[in-house]
Nanobody, 121 residues
Framework: QVQLVESGGGLVQAGGSLRLSCAAS????????MGWYRQAPGKQRELVAR???????NYADSVKGRFTISRDNAKKTVYLQMNSLKPEDTAVYYC???????????????WGQGTQVTVSS
């Protein structure tokens, strides 16, 4: 089956940087868009950044100029470089991928288990 495994979260001071990684594994024929979402306590999950298979990106207004999303298609991995972190960036960050499973032969959305990012003031 398909798995998305995230890494790179942790605790950082305001102004610091973190890099998140998410690797997709399993029976995968093709991957369309990949992205990162986040959910803070008491809030809805929101899009942080998204990247298509062709490299087109879009970002939430709150992270533009501070976060950069990239992907390595050969490694089936998406990255999120987060700079100038703020306390309001504190959340659980989830990896997302829209991909074609080699088992079901359907395009479906898959999610990682989430990784905690905490920014102290």
């Amino acid at each position: 089956q398909v798995q998305l495994v995230e890494s790179g979260g942790g605790l950082v001071q305001a102004g610091g940087s973190l890099r998140l990684s998410c690797a997709a594994s399993g029976s995968i024929v093709s991957i369309n868009a990949m992205g990162w979402y986040r959910q803070a306590p008491g809030k809805q999950r929101e899009l942080v950044a998204r990247i298509t298979s062709g490299g087109n990106t879009n970002y939430a207004d709150s992270v533009k100029g501070r976060f950069t999303i990239s992907r390595d298609n050969a490694k089936k991995t998406v990255y999120l470089q987060m700079n100038s972190l703020k306390p309001e960036d504190t959340a659980v960050y989830y990896c997302h991928a829209n991909l074609l499973s080699g088992v079901t032969m359907f395009w479906s959305d898959y999610w990682g288990q989430g990784t905690q990012v905490t920014v102290s003031s």
